[in-house]
């Protein structure tokens, strides 16, 4: 999720010669290079509850969702960052309506199109209420029983989207669900979400155990304004580490682990997830706009800085941290009045996939994300003003954009000649016939 360039916050050479070829995935095919786009299931709600905002709704896609699929085959993508809406599937305890995920997900089964299935996606069912609620972890994990044992055919998964902006804006920005604003409310939403997540993983590899789960988390960093602005600056650098050290079972430093005790979360619930490591099942996916980089004021107040280090430096930063393989999980800017403004971005960001390559860091995808134009994204959904934002891939009539032409052409160009450092760090995607959906 890009975040609105006023947000603010205060504190309490390209490539080696190819020697192996990378194809389009098909039915039991190794992926060495994973081109992806998604279909944004965003359901946040405001106006303190009462109003629920439905990306699908809003931007169409329950009533042209066949015509979504073909614009996804129109541009040779062999991957979609999907899910059904969690607030319509999820109807109650042991209660699910699966009609709808039923009859898309067959439809991408049918097309071959590999699902990254994401099942959680900035909030949750009315009868759970919000991020707050200490019950989410073990009602979301048994969802995603569910879903695992309806679609045993399914193998990547992304449970909870971009786990520590779902709890940033949820529970310190106050712009939606629980819409608090304190340092106690981000900290009980994030080991809610967190442990979610990895309950979820838990639940799905009981039933899928070659599960492949893809995090997409957002990736930033706080540049100092000046000198008296590097104590701040330094604290928000491991701040936005929190929600990916809890969920691969990673140590945080001190200041974090004080940060976190004095603001709810206990020694015990604290080393649960040091206990609970599934790291070895996991892609780090990141995503990367020009906002997700800051710039941090003496006062402790700071703001969107545009891009300075940029995709691959911070993505560096992770990986030196985590020692995943990476995937670029979303990325993209408005189209202007050019109308190639957003091709630019398209060619920066795709550099910078094949500079970390380069390096030596193992990546293995990369997303425009979305694959429409999406709707209210310049209020980061926090507003329902039905404003269109011009940032996909197609705009709301199905229209190809000039973004759209040029990802089809890098999609053309670069999946013959990519390389692939080895096939060790290839994606074994298992063959989509496997198993089939359950009977309701």
């Known amino acids: 999720m890009e975040q609105p360039a006023g947000a603010t916050f205060r504190a309490g050479a390209l490539y080696d010669d190819a020697a192996s070829t990378i194809r389009p995935p098909r039915r039991g095919a190794i992926a060495n290079f994973m081109f992806a786009t998604g279909i944004e299931n965003s359901i946040p709600t405001i106006d303190n509850g009462r109003t629920r905002v439905d990306q699908m709704e809003s931007c169409g896609h329950y009533r042209h969702w066949r015509l979504d699929f073909d614009c996804v085959e129109e541009l040779g993508i062999g991957y979609l960052r999907y899910g059904p809406p969690l607030h319509t599937t999820y109807a109650g305890p042991g209660r699910y309506d699966w009609e ?43 969802y995603a029983a569910a879903f695992a044992e309806r679609y045993p055919w399914i193998q990547l998964y992304t449970p909870v989207n971009e786990m520590f902006i779902c709890a940033v804006f949820s529970a310190k920005y106050g712009w939606w669900n629980e819409q608090e604003t304190s340092d106690r409310a981000f900290v009980t939403a994030l080991k809610h979400i967190v442990k979610a997540n990895v309950m979820a993983m838990t639940e799905i590899l009981k039933r899928r155990p070659d599960a492949i789960f893809i995090q997409s988390e957002s990736s930033e960093y706080f540049h100092a304004d000046s000198p008296a602005a590097i104590h701040a600056a330094e604290v928000r650098n491991r701040w936005r580490f ?42 780090l996916g990141n995503d990367y706009y020009w906002t997700n980089e800051h710039r941090v004021f003496a006062d402790g107040h700071s703001e969107a800085s545009g891009e300075v280090f940029g995709y691959s430096e911070i993505t560096r930063q992770y990986h030196e941290r985590y020692g995943l393989p990476i995937m670029h999980t979303e990325t993209n800017l408005r189209e202007g009045p050019t109308g190639q403004e957003a091709v630019q971005w398209l060619w920066k960001e795709w550099a910078n996939v094949l500079r970390i390559r380069n390096v030596g860091i193992p990546t ?77």
């Open 242 to 283: 929190l929600s990916l050290d809890l969920n691969y079972g990673n140590r945080v430093n001190s200041d974090m682990y004080e940060y976190l005790l004095e603001n709810g979360m206990s020694r015990e619930e604290y080393h649960w997830f040091l206990t609970h490591r599934l790291k070895q099942h996991c892609i």
């Open 364 to 440: 293995v995808g990369f997303t425009w994300y979305s694959l429409t134009d999406q709707m209210d994204w310049d209020t980061a959904l926090r507003e329902k003003n039905d404003r269109v934002h011009p940032v996909g891939l197609f705009d709301l009539d199905r229209n190809i954009r000039p973004v759209g032409r040029a990802y089809k052409k890098l999609i053309r160009d670069w999946r013959d000649i990519l390389p692939s450092f080895s096939h060790c760090l290839a994606v074994p995607i298992a063959p989509l016939g496997g198993g089939g959906e359950k009977a309701a």
């Open 100 to 142: 709808f995920a039923d009859v898309t997900l067959a439809d991408l089964r049918r097309r071959e199109i590999v699902p990254i299935l994401d099942l959680c996606h900035f909030g949750v069912p009315d009868w759970i209420g919000n991020f707050q609620n200490p019950d989410f972890p073990q009602l979301f994990a048994l």
